[in-house]
């Protein structure tokens, strides 16, 4: 059973990111919906990894009650985690400003560099996207720790010759029940489209 439920996950999140990573082009014709259907791709991967700075141990299900966003980046990345990054911001700024909210939804930015990226590496690039720890949490463990979560969201990462890593900038946003019910590529993750995504989610 267990081997039937990680190969419907992974069947799930594959076809999830392959409809959005389809075409960049079209995602910049594409109109913002305010009435969005967001059904269940999912179960969430559970997980458990520590925040920087602090190393507090983070569960995914200690989280259950709240809306979850989950982003996979790497600090020192200088092309795709940056954008992402600033998306995050930006979601963050318009859940803290929305009194029905800001209790109610957590932001979870994931390292898939747990090598090069410490705690100390983590804090330090939170604080320049002025995250804060209330709604906004960075996250990392050691690299032994960090392979099952990863590989769990189909977070592969590959060497490039320029030290960077290429790898899938996709975020997911997850509902109060631990279910995956979007999953955005950077070419799709618009702020303003996962903020409705959000709204929807807690009814609002």
């Not at 389809?22 to 458990?48: G, M, Q």
């Not at 795709?80 to 009194?99: E, N």
């Not at 100390?120 to 906004?136: E, Q």
Request: aromatic fraction near 8%; hydrophobic fraction near 45%; proline fraction near 6%.
């Amino acid at each position: 059973m267990r081997r039937l439920c990680s190969f419907a996950l992974t069947l799930a999140l594959c076809f999830a990111a392959s409809a959005h990573e389809k075409d960049d082009r079209k995602a910049e014709s594409l109109a913002i919906s305010s009435r969005p259907h967001l059904n269940v791709i999912a179960p969430a991967p559970e997980f458990a990894l520590r925040e920087a700075p602090g190393g507090a141990l983070v569960r995914l299900s200690d989280l259950r009650g709240k809306i979850v966003v989950v982003a996979f980046i790497y600090t020192t990345c200088t092309t795709t985690c940056p954008i992402l990054s600033q998306q995050m911001a930006t979601v963050q700024k318009r859940v803290m400003q929305d009194k029905r909210l800001r209790d109610r939804v957590v932001l979870l930015s994931v390292t898939v560099d747990p090598t090069r990226d410490s705690a100390a590496a983590l804090a330090s690039y939170a604080s320049r996207f002025g995250a804060d720890p209330a709604v906004w949490k960075f996250l990392r463990d050691s690299p032994e720790a960090m392979t099952p979560v990863l590989g769990a969201y189909r977070e592969w990462t590959r060497p490039m010759k320029d030290g960077d890593l290429d790898h899938p900038a996709r975020v997911h946003l997850i509902d109060a029940d631990g279910q995956i019910r979007e999953i955005y590529s950077l070419a799709f993750f618009d702020p303003r489209q996962a903020f409705i995504d959000i709204r929807s989610l807690a009814g609002n």
